[in-house]
């Protein structure tokens, strides 16, 4: 069985103090921080390169999974690599040689990933799950390109077709993710939970943590 992972997104921490959000994320037991890149292309707003992903890097110890909403991130990953990237997302949408920027990706040393927009269907990664060219599924619950959205539930049924097809890949869901949105995505086959809003808004972030961590884990793959 995939790990139970939860992932504060560090989209959602206080911008003047970054490196203080990334600490505060770890201290409170997360098992690894998300980062979102936004090239104000392949989506309406711009976040974050390659230097905040060092700054993380050198802040914590957990690994970095760095998600590229970048229209093309061929040009780009080496440089997130040597940021200190752990996992390495591209979008299945993005304008370039899927296949070849995973192996791209797994050749810079780290773990590859493919995000698919809401609308994109589950069918368009399953040549690279059959070729197992990736390590992590990430199921954007949201469109991407702002933090605070509202949790698409539609998603769940394309991520039952992904759990099926793939029980051996982590599965990572993002946007809107809260303690109930996480129960239901746990349900249909979601291990891995990227929280941005919710979690940084939380007095007891700890505490919140290993609720999520929890309630997945009870109902994980319960409607499967
Ligand atoms: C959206 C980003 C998300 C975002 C999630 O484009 O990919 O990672 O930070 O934010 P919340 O949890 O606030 O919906
Ligand atoms: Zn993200």
Same mark, same amino acid.
């Not at 990237?85 to 797994?106: F, N, P, Y």
């Not at 996480?182 to 929280?195: D, K, P, R, S």
């Given at each position: 069985m995939p790990e139970i992972q939860i992932l504060?997104?560090? =989209?959602?921490? !206080?911008?003047?103090?970054?490196?203080?959000?990334?600490?505060?994320?770890?201290?409170?037991?997360? !098992? /690894? =921080?998300?980062?979102? @890149?936004?090239?104000?292309?392949?989506?309406?707003?711009i976040s974050f390169g390659p230097d905040v992903v060092k700054m993380a890097r050198a802040e914590v110890d957990i690994p970095l999974d760095v998600h590229l909403m970048v229209i093309e991130p061929q040009y780009h990953v080496e440089a997130f690599a040597e940021a200190g990237?752990?996992?390495?997302?591209?979008?299945?949408?993005?304008?370039? !040689? *899927?296949? /070849? @920027?995973?192996? !791209?990706?797994?050749g810079l040393g780290c773990r590859a990933g493919i995000t698919l927009n809401p609308e994109t269907p589950a069918e368009s990664i399953f040549q690279c799950l059959e070729n197992r060219l990736v390590d992590e599924v990430l199921c954007m619950s949201v469109h991407p390109g702002f933090g605070g959205q509202q949790y698409l539930q539609y998603v769940e049924e394309k991520i039952v077709q992904i759990r099926r097809k793939a029980e051996w890949v982590d599965i990572s869901i993002d946007g809107g993710i809260n303690g109930e949105t996480? /129960?239901?995505?746990?349900?249909?086959? *979601?291990?891995?939970?990227?929280?941005g809003s919710y979690l940084f808004k939380q007095a007891d972030m700890k505490g919140e943590i290993s609720n999520l961590r929890k309630s997945a884990g009870d109902n994980f793959c319960k409607a499967v």
């Open positions: 504060p997104s560090i =989209l959602a921490a !206080d911008i003047g103090h970054l490196a203080d959000g990334c600490r505060r994320a770890a201290a409170a037991g997360a !098992d /690894q =921080l998300h980062v979102d @890149v936004m090239d104000g292309v392949f989506v309406p707003n990237s752990d996992t390495i997302l591209i979008h299945i949408e993005a304008k370039c !040689d *899927v296949e /070849q @920027v995973l192996a !791209d990706i797994r996480a /129960q239901t995505a746990a349900a249909h086959g *979601v291990n891995m939970f990227v929280a």
